[in-house]
């Protein structure tokens, strides 16, 4: 009778686990796919679809300027906890020569980056942040450094990890959240992403790669003046 009873007692336990398991699985999809929900009014004509890592994603326009938002997860065993990186890009052409890849802290395997594919390692500005690398797809424009120098105060932020610029558009690479050290280092559990991103934390980056972007189609002339 009492092996009868134990028996109960663990299959309960079981079926509790099981279901707590399948609750959290629920739970962590259904954080994914609402990931960009709060940020979402700040865009006109917003198009949400879903990343094959079940992160949302979400584009729409600010005035006239088409704006991409990406979540990528990362959890790549070298880092110190995994990551989730919040990708903003415009993708609309750009008077630009090359493309200019600023990474901060390289590591050589974002899965976020080209980085790493880029032929030409460039020498960094100054006012650089001093472990960021920078590259090149071919010999940079004196302009398009001067551009890129002007907007180096970007990287005051420390969770700013890539700036990209191109001919076919920009993009900035944020830090937008890393995994729980304590349930990490204990339950190895990588919760990333469960609070939807919060507007106060996206206008900031809006602003930058717009700013940016202002730069470019703007003031050329002044900028080849002082490269």
Known sequence: MATGVLALVLGGGLVWLALRLRQAALARVAARAAYFDHVAPLFERPLRALSPTGFARLSGQIGEVTIDLQAVPDSLTFRKLPALWLLVTVPEPLPLGQRLDLMARPRGVEPFSAF?????????????????????????????????????????DPRLKELVMGPDGLRLVWLADEADRGQYLLFRANETGQTPLAPEDLRPLLAAVLGLRQTILTLPEDLRQCA
Do not use: T
């Open 116 to 156: 790493e594919m880029l032929p030409l390692q460039i020498a960094l500005p100054p006012g650089a942040p001093e472990d960021a690398a920078l590259r090149s797809d071919g010999p940079p424009d004196p302009q398009d450094l001067a551009v890129l120098a002007a907007h180096l105060h970007l990287f005051d």
